[in-house]
């Protein structure tokens, strides 16, 4: 055997597609060029001063030791805050997790309880990084299409007839990454309905965007759903995304003891705990509502309404309002087709993106990537005036195409 060869697992997966287009980025404006990432979901407001003070305090009190592996008391207390204080829900320390990001908390659950051949179901618009989690996990992803008409979100029959023996998982996320849309407690307790059939089948209820949501859309998750299912379901939130703190990589986790305890043995021997700092940080950022974030979200709506405004005067593109998260998945099959000046024929939606990183030097993501070809996400958290330049920038862009 070449000692350069991988483990076959490797073969399984493919590197991050939103990972890859950041790398793009950085090596174009190594380059010397400048360019626009409206591909990265990241939210561009510093992390509030509250929050970046505890952090501080802990390094200056000397919070710098290992914790426990699963997150200090202190922070598991917050975290039951939240979930009792935002979701009527109420868990144990025993119960609850904290990680260096929901990301690891994810693949720690599926690494803990699936088999090979095990299926996992992930609803398409889908967050990139699940059917690589679940094919390291040798399991197997099913991915189930769902329909902008139908507001991007699976509907029971659908579910029903994706449910097979060997179904480990469903996936759910709400507000959505790429769409931003969100499930409503009535359509949870409907899928509720399904999987009540099936004892086998956990449930994953993917947070993380929870307060990022426009027009007062209410929220529920899936456990405040349907609290029969309790003991099969897992809900993961965290900082990153409601607190603008992506870097301080601390996410966190609450379900039956079972599982929070098999992920807490795969996460000891492998990271162990989250950054003692970063959690000193979280507690700050939970124990409060985030006053901050009436301000944000009025941002975001303007920011939203700017993209719509763009797609909607651009010929060959199309979109529907997202309800949440700060991404707009704009149908771009009306660009398909078309010739760029250079006389090239844009053959999907991965040569749309391409096309417009080249061209108008703005960087999008193509839909193939979240499992549905034809469709661009736009990520919208950017700076005021980078995104006007941007959608500036795509509008002559698209112009210069012809039919």
Same mark, same amino acid.
């Given at each position: 055997m070449n000692n350069t060869t991988t483990a076959r697992r490797m073969q399984r997966v493919r590197p991050s597609p939103t990972a890859a287009i950041s790398d793009r980025v950085r090596e174009l404006e190594a380059a010397g060029k400048r360019i626009i990432n409206l591909g990265e979901g990241e939210l561009d407001f510093a992390t509030p001063d509250v929050i970046s003070y505890a952090g501080i305090a802990a390094i200056v009190g000397q919070?710098?030791?290992?914790? *426990?592996?699963? =997150?200090?008391?202190? %922070?598991?207390?917050?975290?039951?805050?939240?979930?009792a204080r935002d979701n009527g829900l109420t868990f144990q320390q025993h119960e609850?997790? *904290?990680?260096? =990001?929901?990301?690891? %908390?994810?693949?720690?659950a599926l690494l803990a309880t699936v088999d090979p051949g095990q299926q996992v179901i992930i609803p398409a618009p889908y967050w990139v990084s699940?059917?690589?989690?679940?094919?390291?996990?040798e399991g197997e992803p099913v991915?189930?299409?769902?329909?902008?008409q139908h507001g991007w979100k699976l509907r029971p029959d659908t579910l029903a007839q994706a449910i097979t023996p060997q179904t480990r998982w469903v996936i759910l996320n709400s507000p959505g990454n790429p769409t931003g849309a969100i499930y409503s407690l009535q359509e949870l307790r409907a899928l509720a309905g399904v999987l009540a059939d099936h004892p086998q089948v956990l449930i994953m209820a993917d947070d993380i965007y929870e307060p990022l949501r426009y027009n007062g859309a209410p929220f529920a998750t899936f456990a405040q759903a349907a609290p029969q299912l309790a003991e099969r379901t897992l809900?993961?939130?965290?900082?990153?995304?409601?607190h603008a703190m992506t870097g301080w990589r601390l996410g966190y986790a609450a379900g039956p003891a079972w599982l929070i305890a098999a992920m807490q043995i795969l996460q000891s021997q492998s990271t162990s705990n989250p950054s003692s700092i970063s959690q000193a940080a979280a507690v700050a950022a939970l124990q409060q509502p985030a006053a901050?974030?009436?301000?944000?979200?009025?941002?975001?709506a303007r920011r939203r309404q700017r993209v719509m405004a763009w797609v909607a005067a651009t010929d060959g593109l199309s979109a529907t309002p997202p309800d949440g998260a700060f991404y707009l998945f704009a149908n771009c099959k009306g660009l398909i087709g078309r010739i760029t000046p250079t006389g090239e024929s844009l053959a999907d939606d991965s040569d749309v993106a391409r096309w417009l990183l080249a061209e108008a030097?703005?960087?999008?993501?193509?839909?193939?990537?979240?499992?549905?070809?034809?469709?661009?996400?736009?990520?919208?958290?950017?700076k005021d005036e980078l995104l006007e330049e941007a959608c500036q920038r795509l509008e002559a862009a698209c112009r210069r195409l012809t039919a």
């Open positions: 919070q710098t030791k290992y914790t *426990a592996v699963a =997150g200090t008391a202190e %922070l598991k207390r917050a975290i039951a805050h939240k979930f609850i997790i *904290a990680g260096s =990001g929901a990301k690891q %908390l994810i693949f720690n699940y059917p690589d989690m679940v094919a390291l996990a991915i189930v299409p769902c329909e902008e809900t993961i939130n965290g900082v990153s995304k409601s901050f974030f009436t301000q944000w979200l009025e941002k975001l030097g703005v960087a999008v993501l193509h839909g193939s990537a979240f499992g549905m070809p034809g469709y661009l996400r736009i990520a919208y958290a950017v």
